[in-house]
Every structure is written in structure tokens, then in C-alpha cells.
DNA sequence: CTGAAAGCGCTTACAG
DNA sequence: CTGAAAGCGCTTACAG
């Protein structure tokens, strides 16, 4: 580190002084072209780049985004939910020359992990990606009044930025996509009630119903945490109940109800029907092919980190919210495609 | 950000100097134990955390670390791999209070980044996640001198520091295992030949048919790349010479692996053994459950992140090299367990 | 054990 | 359009 170039190096090599070469480092249009090119390839040449603690302290200016992401919703780490998103998050970061500090939100260090983001004085605003419905990074970054949004709506504080998908209407839409295709005893492996994506896709659950006249059986409607094995779980529990079709509220959860399903010798989708969300990459390739509500994670990544620019470009006094589409992908767990499809009621 | 608390409202509130304040901050054993208390008190009691950027100007240390991952080895997104690995070294910054920076090296920023990287005087060290055979991050790092690991050793670079397993022998061990099982053509669905993993599987493969005095036979060796899509395409081509037993060198490929299989109407174990590599969590609840070489991913990112912190406190002269052990996962595509299961030669 | 002062590498009014 | 100088918030010899 010791022998690095600093601008006074630049500024000499180019026969100017700092304050110009700051300049032309930070596109200051009041430099002459010459100048500027001058000190440009001298930059070049040398190899030079601003040291960003430096321009960190000058100007606070840092081109760095914090993305947090919570720990307890562990299925996002055994899923390809997570790396999806970041490849969103990094593909935008680099169109705008940022980079990305990454904090997994580990409840035991939590609270110095908040101070850390928060204090840091290093970092321009913050992505929290799924953030549990009491997460305390919220209200930190609140506080504190850092630019943020979040990947995933808030469920009380409905004034802030983030980008999510109608979760709600998603489920619905699949549920009576299922109750069209002649099901008549539709149940539901639900997301965690602490999540707000859990919240929303239980409640289109119940608005499908509700739109065919149908009282929620509690029977009927599971809880499972996003993972395989709460959906194994749930889908053995609802079984007691003979559903003819289960709404599954995550595909990792449905690969779990498909493993319950198989061990108890039910065929899909001609004893039981399945459809999950998220069509993540193994969807495709379940026996049989998962249909599944595809979310646009990837997608989710790049427009949070673009709202995420403006605000800190503009000003965090106009808070924006992006409503991403969402798409029934229907292959073969629905039972859309079998011969003996059941009559369209 | 105007009106962030510094070291001086620290300093009068305690009535000490702003050295003695800085003191306590970095631990220096030469203060007094009363002053220490009362300085942390009312850093404590007014919030205080003392910004990065300054820290990182003045003493060079900023506690920032450094993660790259090649974003040309897609399959690494489509597992749930990379999250994995991002835990442990979460977890290993946690417990030594450090944070970490995340690029993903998109070929086409590729240079601009490793420049960010490198320059930006902001990072410590920095780990290298699976990195191509020729990746130019690791050239840049070395030039520059830079602490930094790999997560997978280097094919030429041999003096690096890295954490790995040893692919070579899992893999020979995992074949021999078929062959004791009584599989006669023991084919592989290998990695990416730019991957020194890829590299090492394969050639694990190749010696556990020398042990046994078998010339390796090409039309049984397929080349995937490490993505289910590969697995499918490649085994599909291997099925023309009919194996009895595949090695496939990753869990992603081995999910390919058994779609192709499916497809042609091939029975898992009992017309084709599996196994497969990595123990991703899937890999547990397909159908048959595979059986596969277990890596402890979640480990490396751990113990990678020690290395380099060791390397960064006492000078990177010292390379360190860790091998973690891997363990066979015996499940259903081996054939093991099965009733009929042929006869150890 | 403590403080005054120089310095880390930039940025940014201010004056010209 | 350009430069001199103060300042960002810390750290660290140096002197006591």
C-alpha cells in the first residue's frame, strides 16, 4: 500500500495542480477539453485510481450500496433465491460503476452489524432483501435516515421504497386457476406469517376462495417456513384431510410436498395437485415439472438497486414503489395437460 | 450525515485528548483503566462509531474484506452453492467484527472491477471463489500484493494460499466405490476443463480405472458444466454406450443426469448407478435420493476467511494451504441399499 | 499514561 | 478555466 500514486503525482506528471485533476476525476465540466484529456491519459498511463477512503472523507461520496440480507429465513440460502438476486443487484452496480458491501443478518450480531451498515460512514444506502416483518435493520435505517428500499414490501410502514411482486393477486390468480381446472378441495401450504410475502400469498389464497364463495378450512391451510422440509411436513399433515389440490406458497416447499406425497404412494397432479411459486431453476426439472408462479428475482435485484440510486441521487423525500409481473408457468403438477384433465367448472 | 458525532465530541465529553480517545478505540493497552472506562461509556452512551473511511485514510485499516466470484460459472447461481459459501465467511466476519464487499466478475467490468478492487485502498484481502484456470483477478492480485485465498486451489499458481478439498482423491474413492459395488463401464460426467475442480474430478476418475488396470475409454468420459442442462445433454450422449454406472462430478449435473435418464426410460439404480458430487441439499430428496461425495462448502467460506485475516496479520509471506475432508454420502443412485445389489468383485 | 501536531488522499468553496 | 488552502475524521510518532 505504502507507494501507491496519489493526485499529486497525477498533478505533476500533467502540469497542473490537484484541484484540477480532482476535477477531471469527477467530471467537472469546468476543465478545459485539452486539460482534461491531458490529465486523463497521465491517469491512464500511470494506472491511477482515487483512493475511495479518500473520497469517502472528502466528500462522502462512495459508490458503495449495502445490501442486507436476513438470516433467519434460511430457506433463502438453501434455495437459488439469493444468488438470483445479487446477480440482479451486481448487473445494475455495475452499469453505474458502484460496488456492494454484503451483511447477512445474523440475529446473535445484529445490533453491531446495524451500527456497523449504518455508521460506517462508507456506504450510500442500503437494499435489505426479505426482511423479516420486525426486522430492526428497517427501523435503524429509518432512524438514521440512510436511502434504502426493500426487496419486499413492509407490512406497516407502507411509505417506504421497494420493489416486490403482487403476491396476493399472484396467489389468487393460481388458486382459481386451480378451482377452473375442476379442483374442488383446494388447500394451502402458506409462507411464515412473520414474512409479509407468506402474509400476502395466504391472503390471495383466501380471496380466491372467497371469489367462488368458499369458506377457508382451517384444515385446509398450512404454515410451512419456505424450506423442503416444512413443506414435507405440512403436505403429510394435510393429507389427513383430502385435498384434491394444494396451492404451495414456495417451490422449495413444493419439492418437499412432492416427496410427501410420493412416501405416501399419492400420484401428482392425478391424486393430488400442485402448484408452487417462485419457478426457480429446479422447477423445470421435478418429476413431474413443477407449475409455479415465476417471479422475477433477478429482475427484482436490478430495479431495487436502480430505485436505490435515485433516491440517493434525488433525494430520499420521494419514496417509489415498483410492482414487478408475475407469470403462472404451467407445466405438469397443475394437471392442465393430463388426458383425463377434470372438467372445467 | 452532517451531523454525525466524531472523536472530538468524544474527547470533550470525556475530558481526555482525541488520542486518547483514538487509544481506546483501537485498544491500545497504554491508557489508563479508569480513562478507558469513562472514554467507553460515553462513546456508548452517545452511539458513537467511529467512520470507516477516516479509519481507513489515516491507518489503512478498514476491516473490509474482499469476495469475487466469476459470475462465468452459471451453475454456481442455479445451486444454492454460493449462498452456502457466503455464510461461512459471513459468519467468520462476524465473529472477527469484519465486513465484506461482494463483486461478481461479469467478464465484460472485469477489468474496471479488479481496479476497484485492487485500488480502491478500501479492502484488506481478499478471497477468490472458484476463479477460472487463467482468471486475470488473480494475476491483478498478485501483481498488486494484495492478501487474498482461494476457495479451490490454483492449476498453476501452486504457492498460493487456498482452501479446497481434495477433488482428486473424492473422486477416485467415489468410483472406486462403484467399482466394488460391481459396476463393469464406470463412466463420468466431468467439469468444465477450465476448472481446476473440474480438472480433478476427472482425474480422479481416471485413476481409480488405473488402479484397477481399465484404460479410461472416451465415449465413457463426457465433458458437462457443472449445470443440470449439462448433465441432461451429457448423458443423453453417454447412454449411446451404454455405462452401468456414471460418476457425475457435480449435484447439479447429476439432477441433468437422471432427467436424461428418466426420459429414456432408464431405472435409477437398477439400469444406471449415480453418484454425484457436493451434497448440495437436494441432492437428499430426489427421486431415488442420490448418493454423493459430501464438501463442507459452508466450512471453506469459514475457513478461508481465518487464512486470509491470518495472512493479513502476519504478512502474506507465509501461504497457507487447508484441505478440508469430504465424506461419501451413501443414499439410493449407487445401488447399495438395493435388494438386488450385484456382487462385490 | 497523555496531548499537540502532522499526516492519510482526496474535495470544494473561494478568489482570481 | 485554474490554483491555494482549508477541511473531511481519524491515527500515530514524538515529546513529556
Given amino acids: 500500500m505504502s507507494n501507491r500514486l496519489t493526485i499529486i503525482e497525477i498533478a505533476k506528471h500533467s502540469g497542473v495542480s490537484r484541484s484540477t485533476v480532482s476535477r477531471v476525476i469527477n467530471d467537472d465540466p469546468n476543465v478545459n477539453t485539452e486539460t482534461r484529456e491531458r490529465v486523463r491519459a497521465v491517469m491512464q498511463k500511470l494506472n491511477f485510481h482515487p483512493n475511495v477512503a479518500a473520497r469517502g472523507l472528502a466528500a462522502g461520496k462512495t459508490r458503495i450500496l449495502g445490501l442486507v440480507i436476513p438470516m433467519g429465513v434460511s430457506a433463502l440460502f438453501s434455495d437459488p433465491y439469493f444468488p438470483q438476486l445479487i446477480q440482479g443487484i451486481s448487473a445494475a452496480c455495475n452499469q453505474h460503476n458502484y460496488s456492494t458491501m454484503l451483511w447477512l443478518a445474523d440475529p446473535e450480531y445484529e445490533r453491531r452489524m446495524i451500527q456497523q451498515i449504518v455508521s460506517s460512514g462508507l456506504i450510500e444506502g442500503v437494499i435489505v432483501a426479505s426482511a423479516l416483518n420486525d426486522d430492526p435493520v428497517v427501523e435503524a435505517l429509518m432512524q438514521r435516515q440512510i436511502p434504502f428500499v426493500l426487496v419486499g414490501r413492509h407490512p406497516t410502514h407502507t411509505n417506504l421504497a421497494y420493489v416486490d411482486v403482487?403476491?396476493?393477486?399472484?396467489?389468487?390468480?393460481?388458486?382459481?386457476?386451480?378451482?377452473?381446472?375442476?379442483?374442488?378441495?383446494?388447500?394451502?401450504?402458506?409462507?411464515?406469517?412473520?414474512?409479509?410475502?407468506?402474509?400476502?400469498?395466504?391472503?390471495?389464497?383466501?380471496?380466491?376462495?372467497?371469489?367462488?364463495?368458499?369458506?377457508?378450512?382451517?384444515?385446509?391451510?398450512?404454515?410451512?417456513?419456505?424450506?423442503?422440509?416444512?413443506?414435507?411436513?405440512?403436505?403429510?399433515?394435510?393429507?389427513?384431510?383430502?385435498?384434491?389440490?394444494?396451492?404451495?406458497?414456495?417451490?422449495?416447499?413444493?419439492?418437499?410436498?412432492?416427496?410427501?406425497?410420493?412416501?405416501?404412494?399419492?400420484?401428482?397432479?392425478?391424486?393430488?395437485?400442485?402448484?408452487?411459486?417462485?419457478?426457480?431453476?429446479?422447477?423445470?426439472?421435478?418429476?413431474?415439472?413443477?407449475?409455479?408462479?415465476?417471479?422475477?428475482?433477478?429482475?427484482?435485484?436490478?430495479?431495487?438497486?436502480?430505485?436505490?440510486?435515485?433516491?440517493?441521487?434525488?433525494?430520499?423525500?420521494?419514496?417509489?414503489?415498483?410492482?414487478?409481473?408475475?407469470?403462472?408457468?404451467?407445466?405438469?403438477?397443475?394437471?392442465?395437460?393430463?388426458?383425463?384433465?377434470?372438467?372445467?367448472?
Same sequence: chains 1, 2.
Fill in 166 to 345: 403482487d403476491n396476493r393477486v399472484s396467489a389468487r390468480d393460481a388458486v382459481l386457476y386451480l378451482m377452473r381446472l375442476g379442483y374442488q378441495r383446494v388447500a394451502t401450504i402458506a409462507g411464515p406469517h412473520n414474512m409479509i410475502a407468506g402474509v400476502d400469498r395466504l391472503n390471495g389464497y383466501k380471496d380466491a376462495l372467497k371469489t367462488r364463495g368458499i369458506a377457508p378450512d382451517p384444515n385446509l391451510i398450512a404454515e410451512g417456513d419456505f424450506s423442503e422440509g416444512g413443506g414435507y411436513q405440512e403436505m403429510q399433515r394435510l393429507l389427513r384431510h383430502a385435498p384434491d389440490a394444494v396451492f404451495v406458497a414456495s417451490d422449495a416447499m413444493a419439492l418437499g410436498a412432492m416427496r410427501a406425497l410420493r412416501e405416501a404412494g399419492k400420484r401428482v397432479p392425478d391424486d393430488i395437485a400442485l402448484v408452487g411459486f417462485d419457478d426457480m431453476p429446479f422447477a423445470a426439472h421435478t418429476e413431474p415439472p413443477l407449475t409455479t408462479v415465476r417471479q422475477p428475482i433477478h429482475r427484482a435485484g436490478f430495479v431495487a438497486t436502480e430505485t436505490l440510486l435515485a433516491l440517493i441521487a434525488e433525494g430520499a423525500n420521494a419514496p417509489r414503489r415498483v410492482i414487478l409481473p408475475t407469470e403462472l408457468v404451467i407445466r405438469e403438477t397443475c394437471g392442465a395437460h393430463r388426458a383425463s384433465a377434470k372438467p372445467t367448472v
